[in-house]
C-alpha cells in the first residue's frame, strides 16, 4: 500500500513538472523593448531632476510633515546611513 501511494505520488509530481516544461513563455517578440527605457545617463547619480542639484537642490513640493521626514532621511544619509 506505501509502495503504491509513492508511485502515485512520483507519477503525479512528474506530470506536473512535464507540464510545465511544455508551457510556453511568453513570446518577447509581442511586447516592446523598453530595457534601454530605464536607464541613467553616464555619470547621472541617484535624482529625480538632472538639472538640478541632488538632495534639498531639487526643491520636492513637499507637506512639511513629508518635508521633514525627506530632511532626517539626508542628515541620515549624510552620516552614512
Request: glycine fraction near 10%; avoid cysteine; hydrophobic fraction near 45%.
Amino acid at each position: 500500500m506505501p509502495r503504491r501511494n509513492a508511485i502515485r505520488a512520483a507519477a503525479v509530481a512528474a506530470t506536473f513538472w512535464g507540464s510545465l516544461a511544455a508551457a510556453p513563455a511568453q513570446d518577447a517578440a509581442r511586447f516592446p523593448d523598453l530595457s534601454g527605457q530605464w536607464k541613467r545617463p553616464p555619470g547621472v547619480g541617484i535624482q529625480w531632476d538632472q538639472t538640478k542639484p541632488i538632495g534639498l537642490g531639487q526643491q520636492a513640493p513637499l507637506t512639511a510633515e513629508y518635508q521633514a521626514i525627506f530632511e532626517a532621511s539626508l542628515n541620515d544619509q549624510a552620516l552614512g546611513g
